[in-house]
């Protein structure tokens, strides 16, 4: 089973700091890396997908970055709101290309 | 609106009664999967389809069946549910020209 990895478990920030998030992942026959913003009593939203290595992403005060041959990706978000607290979750698929398997996620909590 | 739709969002059964959750897509997307949610454990895949008459097992099938007779379908069968498949279950799906895979609501289960 492909072990997808995140770091920290969780986090808690003030209101405008900026933070960033880890997701590692076995780099051998990558195919796509995804991220989710996952907000309480809430289903699982489409941040980013990422397939080239050097890829960045960008969706208002949130990026991404990509790295495939080390098999991590950075999540950025730029003056953090209390509207951004959430679980984030990062999924890489198997190495058939059929299944994305999530990593446990990164859970921020903005406090104002 | 372009949605997955699941239901129930709440069910409590017993164990042994057989049971379907639904889960219904208008995005004609050709994939679609199962995945439950354990505190802890992270999104883990039940079961997924490529297409119509095509499934195949993720990491946590037991106890699980599902069918695929039209695109738009994907229900969830627990023939014989037991209390260890209490959970919080998503149905996804994706398909061409989508970013990432969109959610259902979720259905929490109870099993006792």
């Known amino acids: 089973i492909l072990n997808v990895e995140q770091s920290p478990q969780s986090l808690h920030v003030q209101e405008g700091d900026s933070t960033n998030f880890t997701c590692s992942f076995p780099s051998s026959n990558f195919y796509a890396l995804h991220w989710y913003r996952w907000e309480t009593a809430k289903s699982p939203e489409a941040l980013f997908v990422m397939t080239l290595n050097g890829d960045e992403k960008k969706k208002g005060r949130i990026s991404a970055t990509l790295n495939t041959k080390e098999g991590y990706s950075y999540l950025y978000i730029k003056g953090s709101q209390p509207e951004d607290s959430a679980t984030y979750l990062c999924a890489s698929f198997n190495q058939a290309g059929t299944a994305l398997i999530f990593g446990k996620g990164t859970t921020l909590s903005v406090s104002s | ?112």
């Open chain 2, 1 to 112: 609106e372009a949605q997955v739709t699941q239901n129930p969002r709440y069910l409590i059964t017993v164990t042994g009664k057989k049971l379907t959750v639904t889960c219904s897509q208008n995005m004609n997307h050709e994939y679609m999967s199962w995945y439950r949610q354990d505190p802890g454990l992270g999104l883990r895949q039940i079961y997924y389809s490529m297409n119509v008459e095509v499934t195949d097992k993720g990491d946590v099938p037991e106890g699980y069946k599902v069918s695929r007779k039209e695109k738009r379908n994907f229900p969830l069968i627990l023939e014989s549910p037991s209390p260890n498949q209490t959970s919080l279950y998503f149905c996804a799906s994706t398909g061409q020209g989508a970013v990432g895979y969109t959610f259902g609501s979720g259905t929490r289960l109870t099993v006792v």
